[in-house]
Each structure stands twice: as C-alpha cells, then as structure tokens.
C-alpha cells in the first residue's frame, strides 16, 4: 500500500533470540523514504498495580454495563462451561455492544461465550489463564462494579480477536487494533511486542493440541510470562478502553495510563513514531510478516527526532505550511484527559529555529512561541510542550515525563 501523505515505517527484525537491529524507513510519499536509526533503546514503561488499578476502576465505570449478575464463586473450572448452560453468566455480545459509543468495533473484538468443544474456544480458555499474574488486582479494582469473571471472558475473547488479526498475511487496517498496537509498542518495546505474537501462536498450536484443562493452563501460564506483569497490565487496560469506546476511546483515555509521558517518549525514540498521532488515525496500517513489521503511517505520525535525524527539514503541509496546526492546546491528538496545571508552571519562549518560525508564520502571521507547561495526569507529573500563536493555535505537541519548568 502507498499513497501520498501515507507512509511506510519498516523495522527490521533480524532473528529470533538474537540481538535486534532497528533500521526505520519513513515513506511519506513526498521526496525520497528517510531512514531512521534508533539512538537507543528504552526499557518497557512499569505499570505499578496502584496506579493500574485506579485507571482501571476508572474505565469500568464509564463502560454501559447492565445490571450486575448475583457474585458468582471464584472458580477456574466456571470458564470451561461458559456457555448455553451458563445461562446467568452468558454474555451476549450483541446486546451489551449496542450499549456502547461504538457498537461495531465493540462486536469486531466479542463473539459469543465459552465452549470447550471447538479450537478457538480453548484458545480463549488458555489465554484466560495468562492473566493470573496480575487478576488479583483486577479484581480488587472491580469487584464492587462488575463481576470479574464476566470482564475476564471479555478481555480474553477481546484479546484474542486481537492476536488473530496480528498473525494474518494481510495487514491490519481495523483502527480499533492499530489503535491497541501502537499503545502495546510503545509500552513493551519492539522486541517484546513480536515476541508476544510468536507467544500467542506457541500458545494457539498448544490449545489446537490440548486434551486437559491442566494443559490449557500450562500453555496460559507461558504465554503470560511473555507478558509479563506490566505488558499485561496494559493489554488489560486498552483493550477495557477498546471496548468501552473503540479506537477513538482508546486515544482518548490513553493519556490516564500510568506512565503514559514515558511511553510516549519510547515511542519516538525506538519506532520514530508520535504516539499521540498514531493513536488519534494517523497510522493507516500494520503488518507482520518474517520478522518485519511494516506501519503504513501519515506524516503527522513521525516524530520530530526520525525527521531530524535523517537530516530533514520538517514536513510541511499542502499549501506550503507546516503540517499538524490545531485550533487550540485541547484540540491537538494526546492531550491528557484530567490535565490540571500547577501555578506558576507555565513558560512562553522565543522560537529560536528561524527557519521552523517562518515555516509557522505561512500559517499564521505574527508572534509564534515554545510554550512549556506543568502540570499534573492524576498522580504523575508531566510537561506539556507546543508551539503556541498569538490567536492560540498549536503545532507539534508533546507530552513528557516530569516537570521542565518548576
């Protein structure tokens, strides 16, 4: 695929269990690719299970669930006979998702409940034993809200919708997914995020291949350790947010993750990729194939590092302006929901890119300046940072960990 303004961001995967290397090709259908190297590589952003909870309650309680179920006995062995005969607990997918803000992205990640007896449904059996690790929390958060093991069959059956969409030939062009994957990149890394789809194809010839629900577990316990404790966390958390609201949801909540300055930073240092963009429409397809992933992404998606890397002036848009303006701090892609500024934290600067002030001024005559401003997304600190007009308009807004001013 390649269209103008749509671009290609390749990352060359060269072996399983060797060293990486990352080489990022940059199409933007305007000029020759640009080629981005990687300065570094960023851990994977912890998740800690307080502030995991938190956001979790929080999105739960935004979701249009009915009216609570009788609190079911905790019980593994309830899972293998969700079903026609589980009739109290039996979730309709249909119905609750016409509950939701966007009902068929809400039914692309459900089908219909548990059964034991075909391949798929032992799939998901298996994959509900991977969150063990961290349901503790899970349940702690949302006991009083909703029943666990209900939201368990969701996130399971959601997760894997997911995962099946990741392994085809074709590529993924369904927002709500790429929505999922660039949160999952930036929070896990690169190599985790294509260790977690080799997992869950070990984990799919495992389940094809079980007899016992001792071996599904065995085969959910694995994969979870490719999680890992903060990989699931955030896969818990995005895809709560997908179906309560599909992609557009989960662009929107994204910022109340915990650690949600660092991942986006992550992002850009090891993909060259704008998190808030690409999780607002701008990347318009995924595939993994070989070891290669391939994004299909719009200009707007790449971040400032990969074209200044690659010794590029900054893109500019079709009438010769700077590419990205929004009317307005609030209006640009990734502004945290519930960002409260501190006094005395804000900053306004003189632009000192004579060339980027110009590029600016083609859009809106007069005073440009680099505004940096402090604030707090529920308990973490963070920095908004954005070129601001007289008239208020916005251009290339970030959000970073910290505080840069105070």
Not at 180 to 192: C, S
Not at 291 to 300: F, S
Not at 307 to 318: D, F, Q, T
Request: charged residues 20%; neutral net charge; proline residues 6%.
């Amino acid at each position: 695929m390649k269209q103008r303004g749509v671009g290609l961001l390749l990352l060359g995967l060269l072996c399983a269990g060797c060293a990486t290397s990352r080489v990022v090709r940059l199409d933007t259908g305007a000029g020759a690719p640009i080629v981005y190297t990687p300065p570094r590589s960023v851990d994977p952003i912890p998740i800690p299970e307080d502030g995991f909870r938190e956001v979790l309650l929080q999105l739960v309680l935004e979701m249009r669930f009915p009216l609570q179920a009788e609190q079911q006995p905790r019980s593994r062995l309830r899972l293998a006979s969700w079903g026609p005969a589980s009739s109290e607990q039996k979730l309709d997918p249909t119905e609750w998702c016409s509950r939701q803000e966007t009902p068929t992205e809400c039914l692309s990640l459900l089908d219909d409940g548990f059964s034991f007896l075909d391949v798929s449904a032992r799939r998901r059996l298996a994959l509900s034993f991977a969150w063990d690790g961290v349901w503790d929390g899970v349940q702690g958060a949302v006991a009083e809200v909703v029943n666990p093991l209900m939201l368990r069959a969701m996130i399971s059956t959601a997760m894997a919708a997911y995962m099946a969409l990741l392994v085809m030939p074709e590529p993924i062009t369904k927002l709500v997914a790429i929505a999922l994957t660039t949160y999952v990149i930036a929070y896990v890394g690169l190599e985790t995020f294509v260790q977690l789809v080799r997992g869950w194809e070990r984990l799919s010839d495992e389940a094809e291949r079980a007899v016992t629900l001792e071996e599904l577990e065995d085969a959910g316990h694995r994969f979870g350790k490719v999680m890992g404790t903060s990989g699931a966390r955030v896969l818990i958390l995005a895809l709560t947010a997908a179906l309560g609201g599909g992609a557009s949801n989960v662009a929107a909540k994204g910022p109340m993750l915990p650690g949600f300055a660092r991942a986006a930073l992550a992002a850009e240092t090891n993909a060259g990729l704008r998190l808030t963009a690409a999780a607002s429409g701008a990347v318009r397809s995924i595939s993994l194939a070989e070891g290669v992933l391939t994004i299909g992404v719009a200009p707007t998606a790449v971040a400032a590092a990969a074209w200044e890397g690659a010794g590029n002036p900054l893109p500019s848009g079709g009438s010769g302006g700077v590419a990205s303006v929004y009317d307005g701090v609030k209006n640009a892609p990734g502004y945290p929901s519930g960002f409260k500024a501190v006094q005395n934290g804000t900053t306004r600067n003189t632009v000192s890119n004579k060339a980027l002030l110009e590029k600016l001024r083609e859009v809106e005559p007069g005073n440009w300046v680099k505004v940096y401003k402090d604030g707090w997304v529920g308990s973490e600190k963070v920095s908004l940072h954005y070129f601001e007009s007289a008239s208020g308009k916005v251009f290339d807004f970030k959000v970073k960990p910290g505080w840069s001013n105070l």
